[in-house]
């Protein structure tokens, strides 16, 4: 269903559980979640600015504890209540919100996703790192990136419940099958973070 950010909060006060899917895309993940984990008391919110891609997603994802808005997620993030949401997952972020780079900006992102989880929440983000030159990335330089990376979120106040080289297997996404067959130049890493 699709619906705006002033009434999403009143919607999901029924569910037992929120979780939040950041830049949606298509729905393709969204929808392995929803099968993979099969919880009909689980509300699931899908965000995509996009409204070509919020279209594809609705078309896709049908179901009466599925909810999506089409807007950017800074704006929606503000509007869910402090302490409310379950989970948070964000796949494949693009470099502003994960970036070395751009790390200023995406600092306060993580903060107030910080603020809207419950005690014990979860932030899963999957994300990854890719040579500038597209050459293969060491482990060296794997190792170092996701200490960098893990160090970011603890900092914000995270704490550290798992970390994976690449991500579960029913994470499916039309880029993360991309990426996955490409694991000499792109290699993925799976964060799971709880406040």
Not at 22 to 50: A, M, S
Not at 141 to 165: A, Q, Y
Request: glycine share 4%.
């Amino acid at each position: 269903m699709l619906c705006d950010q002033n009434s999403i909060v009143p919607t999901l006060s029924t569910f037992d559980k929120v979780i939040v899917e950041l830049g949606i895309g298509d729905g393709q993940f969204l929808n392995g979640i929803i099968e993979y984990r099969n919880r009909p008391n689980t509300c699931y919110v899908g965000i995509e600015i996009d409204a070509k891609q919020i279209q594809k997603a609705r078309d896709r994802l049908r179901g009466k504890n599925i909810y999506l808005i089409n807007d950017s997620f800074e704006n929606v993030i503000s509007f869910f209540p402090d302490n409310y949401v379950d989970e948070f997952i964000f796949v494949l972020p693009s470099p502003n919100y994960i970036d070395i780079n751009s790390e200023s900006q995406w600092t306060l992102l993580y903060q107030g996703i910080y603020k809207k989880l419950k005690d014990r929440g979860t932030l899963t983000i999957v994300t990854e790192i890719i040579n500038d030159l597209l050459e293969p990335i060491s482990d060296n330089e794997f190792n170092s990136w996701k200490k960098w990376l893990t160090s970011k979120f603890v900092n914000i106040g995270f704490r550290l419940k798992d970390i994976c080289d690449d991500c579960p297997s029913y994470y499916n996404s039309h880029f993360l099958a991309q990426f996955r067959a490409d694991k000499l130049r792109i290699k993925l890493i799976t964060l799971i973070l709880t406040k």
